[in-house]
C-alpha cells in the first residue's frame, strides 16, 4: 500500500493519484479576520508549510 504523498499548505494526493486539501477549522477561521493584516500574515506563514502547525499560525496572527 502506498502511503499518502504530502504536499504544501496540507495538500495531499492519494493512492488513486487524487489531490486533496486538509483545512483546519481554525485555518479558516484566521484567514478571515477583517483585519488584512493580520489574516495576511497568517497566509504568509502557511505557505512553506507542508503540514499545516496551527500554533504557528496562531503566533503569525497575534504578530
Known amino acids: ?5 504530502p ?4 495538500w495531499l494526493k492519494d493512492k488513486f493519484g487524487l489531490s ?6 481554525a485555518l479558516v477561521s484566521l484567514l478571515s479576520d477583517p483585519d ?3 489574516a495576511s500574515r ?3 506563514a502557511m505557505l512553506p508549510m ?3 502547525d496551527i500554533a504557528a499560525l ?4 497575534a504578530g
Open 1 to 5: 500500500m502506498r502511503r499518502r504523498q
Open 36 to 38: 488584512p493584516v493580520k
Open 7 to 10: 504536499g504544501r499548505c496540507g
Open 20 to 25: 486533496w486539501q486538509i483545512v483546519p477549522r
Open 58 to 61: 496562531e503566533r503569525a496572527y
Open 42 to 44: 497568517v497566509m504568509q
Open 50 to 52: 507542508s503540514r499545516i
